[in-house]
């Protein structure tokens, strides 16, 4: 799949990028080794979960014979250590560092000495259970640890050319090949990403015993809905390893049916979207109709009904999970940060299916606003869950909304966000192109130099732009003469307008042609500086009137960023506030604790709160609401929550 | 206390009271006595629960030594059968019945034989725990339970003059006293009840001794505030006797602070207005000030900011609590009929202390519309939970809702509410008039016939009246010529007029004067023919605008009583929908599915569904929405859910 080196050099991504490397990932390597005394905020008031430390390496060394001691923490403590692998994978192959190849490279061999002689790598059940291994798939995320191993291995491989990591993940695959492939036992994992490991374990060594384990994978789940209940009856543990999670239900784990048959987005959003990451990649390399036709049933689901305007996903806190369609409460939702790094994975794999602009636009969304939303400005505090309302009243004071956090916190009992979004944004611009026989899609607008292999011939691609905060982008293409290819640039749906040029004249039918959100120029050689200006005006949204939660409201953005109101701009009681879609809005630069921003105003109205000793109750005809006219001040969703407790708001009344 | 006796005769209340007493006392009797295989709908999905029967009586048989064998259920399952025997005792105080009594009178003496020789009484712990007795008051319930037997022991006595039940519950009393009265080891209940209890011992005995006590637990409450954590450190007993309840905070319990000092309602809703209750009557019994402010200032909390439209309290399932003001979602909220029962006893209560017409206004509001959705129109099925909104696909779908039934199961895992429920129903005659001194307050409009003592003479009241569905109240009042005393007419605060005439007269100033919502006929004696005329036009009522989640809707209410939309009449989405708050209304009788009802029908609009295929979101000034024209169609609140389960809104958008 590799087609090719990206290097970005957008100041907006660099500083993201730069955050990641000096802060998360020396903060997240000090919190694996528990060098640092966290102060960890809980995802539940759950006190039966143990999380006051990592102890993720720690358990690596004890698995491997160098500590004596016991496992700590979630049974899949692993998979924290495997994405920080991953994340420095991707950050040295954007910038070498020799003494953090040190780290990783002991890490790697850590990893190793863990794995038992026949293959087997998981600390938990090597440590505390080894008889019951594969023995409680439903919970054991023993294929969901393997699998993001498999992903680390592969991205530290191509990083730095690491043989022992690839011996090491080649050797678990095998294994898990013979204990549960097509001649084992029947099995599948609760929490897939296996499906993917091994996906990224084809894609580099280009081995068909890969793509076919996945495929395995990925056609047997769901094929025998009572497994895991089966599997439980006879399972030799005393206890289950995760607590409660045999209460959700089938289509908590999709397998409620196969799903090659399944139509709708279910149950926990991030085991979802990972399966249809699994399943668009399996269906891009081998052709498979019906699972690209399960893949793109399942996308419309989601965004045609299931999905936040900010790219979240998640409806509920229970189970983290999809509800039903066009629920999407702004105050009780999940909208986990790693499910939208899912949705990004699942989008990508879509654009090698077909080039599609929704799924660009979709991965934009997501992109610009949970996903940087998840961190913090410092890059040291995470949201896992990422509202799009929020009261910090409501917060503290009612439980069913004890999830939604008024500021990120440091760190998190389950560390599965932090290092899912560090390795997301150390490979952004692996996300900028999708590069398919005579095509190069450009998804994304990042200032950056693409060296890349198209038609078979080699191209360079020079972006240069300011995006988001400005739509111009200036694309310098350099293509081999005798291979011609086309460029398709995606026009993002929520562009009023587009104006293409190359080389100074306008890009008409001739040489363009628009097709399915991406305009193309065509049979492109030598060298050409096409520029793209999108139109940037601050646009309201409506959400289908089905969404009982955002009727009679609007949301607004620019470009691709979500906007939204925060009480420290606007007051307390946000849901005072009305705003008038028709009215003038205007953007301003801003330099200041939320970094370089547009910070947008607009035309509004607040419903002024009456004196004290007034009913509770009053007459309709008697009460109507006395308003005042005001400036509205609105900031870029990824901002919000950078300035203490206080409430928030992206959906508003109209006036 | 005991004042006089009412006999209803209204049809609307008879209907109800004789649901009571044909279908609600015999079907709770089989369920106390497993004689019923009950379809359980659990509170909640807590497997740790056991409620698959009652048990309620056979665990007296095997506390009284007749049969062997263990408790079962839940550790208040005792108070079961003491609310049972209240029923009853309201029952037959209407209506007599020989079989009935006979029935209660063997309950009466299984009680007596399930108490100790010392006079301890609750067989959870006689049972299973002799030597935990007391040691862990946070979660036993032993002085709840003891409460409810004093309240229904004191009815039981006053309907039948049976001797055992007064001993017995007296024999109670003085142990609880030598135990834990102020000679006894400090404690008190983690659920209020046995001040009232105390109270309903002390106004049929006259014994100051359990008025002292009552203000006794009262006092002491909170003045301790880790009073719970340290028993439950020194608890005999292998595991709390219910799970869970210790992680709950001491606002839970309201021992945050004493009770006499707190300002705000905090806590699960039904304790709140239990402790109220008691610190009311307290209040109004001794003359005590500060217990009285304490109430005021907690009254004057609930009534402004934490009360639904329909006299539901508790916004939270979370601990069934309130949360903080303003804070009344409609659609996650718990609103236990229970709790709005309770308010109606604390409102009941602080009418003896002053003569304030909003304590019957908020005692109507709850009992006409929480009170009675409490129970489907058959009398055989109950809620436990009262949404101001429901969406069948949100209950099932998201398990945030998954309290919020569409429809009232058949029986409750904790069966409190419907024995509750019928305990009110029954002695719903009580609350009519409120007699002190010179002063005679008539609260609720039923037809009835009273006999009363006022001012020392013999008063006798018939009213005559179709309310709710008429504002027309024909009162009669024959009184002693040599006792005058001045009649309080409660003129509702929803009323937009009222007219009273005396004798054909208008009522004006010189025989008559409008005080804090009652309008007084002074020194009444002899015989009057009395006319209030209250304006019953349909009104629409907007919420405080702090109140987020009716900002921008209103509510529709025809005299006390609260109107809702249901799906059923109106179509899918009932979100879709807005209402003309300035446009006609009009109201129809109608006798159907939902009885003798007035519907009322009001001009409004639909949001039309998109087609299919279209974007979720969609730019503002594209997709202004498209609706049409609709007449709305409203029915009583309390006749919810009685036509299979279907979407319900109480508040409703405006155009």
């Given amino acids: 799949m590799k087609t090719g080196k990206t290097v970005i050099t957008d100041p907006f991504w660099l500083r993201y990028r730069s955050v990641v490397r000096r802060e998360m990932i020396p903060y997240q390597w000090k919190v694996l080794n528990d060098e640092i005394d966290v102060n960890i905020e809980r995802e539940r008031n759950d006190s039966s979960i143990p999380n006051e430390k990592s102890h993720a390496l720690e358990n690596f060394r004890i698995a491997a014979g160098i500590h004596e001691g016991h496992h700590y923490g979630w049974v899949f403590q692993d998979s924290d250590v495997y994405k920080w692998l991953e994340a420095v994978a991707y950050s040295l192959m954007e910038e070498p560092d020799e003494s953090l190849k040190k780290m990783?490279?002991?890490?790697?061999?850590?990893?190793?000495?863990?794995?038992?002689?026949?293959?087997?790598?998981?600390?938990?059940?090597?440590?505390?259970?080894?008889?019951?291994?594969?023995?409680?798939?439903?919970?054991?995320h023993e294929l969901y640890c393997a699998g993001h191993f498999m992903e680390a291995a592969a991205a530290y491989y191509e990083a730095v050319g690491n043989q022992k990591v690839l011996d090491t993940a080649m050797k678990l695959a095998e294994h898990i090949e013979k204990a549960l492939g097509p001649d084992g036992e029947f099995g599948y994992d609760g929490h897939e990403e296996i499906e993917i490991g091994l996906m990224k374990l084809y894609h580099l060594t280009g081995e068909e015993r890969y793509l076919?384990?996945?495929?395995?994978?990925?056609?047997?789940?769901?094929?025998?809905?009572?497994?895991?209940?089966?599997?439980?009856?006879?399972?030799?543990?005393?206890?289950?390893v995760i607590g409660g999670m045999d209460q959700l239900t089938r289509r908590y784990f999709q397998v409620h049916k196969p799903p090659v048959e399944q139509d709708t987005a279910?149950?926990?959003?991030?085991?979802?979207?990972?399966?249809?990451t699994a399943m668009a990649d399996v269906a891009a390399s081998s052709g498979d109709q019906d699972m690209l036709d399960a893949c793109r049933r399942i996308w419309r689901n989601i965004v045609d009904r299931r999905m936040y305007i900010t790219g979240g996903i998640g409806s509920t806190v229970h189970g983290e999970a999809f509800t039903f369609d066009y629920d999407l409460p702004n105050d009780t939702m999940y909208c986990e940060t790693c499910a939208s790094v899912g949705l990004i994975f699942f989008a990508a794999q879509m654009l090698r299916n077909e080039s599609v602009g929704e799924y660009g636009d979709v991965m934009e969304r997501a992109l610009y606003n949970t996903v940087l939303s998840g961190t913090a400005l410092d890059g040291k505090h995470f949201f896992y869950v990422n509202p799009l309302e929020v009261n910090p009243a409501a917060s503290q004071l009612d439980p069913g909304k004890s999830h939604v956090k008024p500021v990120r916190p440091e760190w998190l009992g389950c560390a599965c966000c932090p290092p899912n979004l560090a390795r997301l944004l150390a490979s952004v611009d692996r996300y900028i192109y999708t590069v398919k026989e005579n095509q190069c899609l450009v998804n994304?607008?990042?200032?950056?130099?693409?060296?890349?292999?198209?038609?078979?011939?080699?191209?360079?691609?020079?972006?240069?732009?300011?995006?988001?905060?400005?739509?111009t982008i200036r694309i310098q293409v350099s293509a081999q003469q005798d291979h011609p290819f086309d460029l398709g640039l995606r026009i993002p749906g929520w562009s009023r307008t587009y104006e293409v040029t190359m080389d100074g004249n306008e890009a008409g039918c001739s040489s363009g042609v628009y097709k399915n959100g991406y305009f193309y120029i065509r049979n492109l050689t030598g060298e050409h500086e096409i520029i793209l200006i999108l139109c940037m005006e601050p646009r309201f949204w409506r959400a289908d009137p089905r969404v009982r939660d955002d009727v009679g409201k609007v949301a607004l953005t620019r470009g691709p960023v979500v906007y939204c109101l925060e009480e420290v701009d606007n007051g307390k009681n946000l849901h005072l506030l009305s705003v008038d879609p028709a009215g003038k809005t205007e953007g301003e630069t801003e330099d200041g604790e939320l970094g370089h921003i547009i910070r947008i105003t607009a035309d509004g109205r607040r419903i002024r709160e009456p004196e004290d000793g007034q009913s509770l109750y009053r007459p309709a005809d008697e009460t109507e609401p006395q308003e005042?006219?005001?400036?509205?001040?609105?900031?870029?969703?990824y901002t919000w929550a950078n300035r203490g407790s206080n409430e928030m708001s992206v959906w508003v009344r109209t006036v």
């Fill in 444 to 471: 994304l607008y990042i200032s950056s130099t693409a060296d890349l292999t198209v038609s078979g011939g080699s191209v360079k691609i020079t972006q240069q732009t300011d995006y988001p905060e400005s739509g």
């Fill in 212 to 240: 076919r384990l996945s495929n395995y994978f990925l056609r047997i789940r769901g094929t025998d809905e009572d497994f895991f209940g089966d599997q439980k009856k006879t399972d030799p543990g005393k206890k289950p």
């Fill in 628 to 637: 005042e006219n005001v400036r509205l001040s609105f900031i870029p969703y």
């Fill in 104 to 140: 990783a490279d002991s890490v790697v061999d850590l990893i190793a000495q863990a794995q038992e002689d026949d293959g087997y790598l998981g600390t938990y059940f090597t440590i505390e259970e080894p008889y019951r291994k594969f023995k409680s798939l439903m919970n054991s």
């Fill in 266 to 276: 279910e149950g926990h959003a991030v085991r979802l979207v990972y399966l249809c």
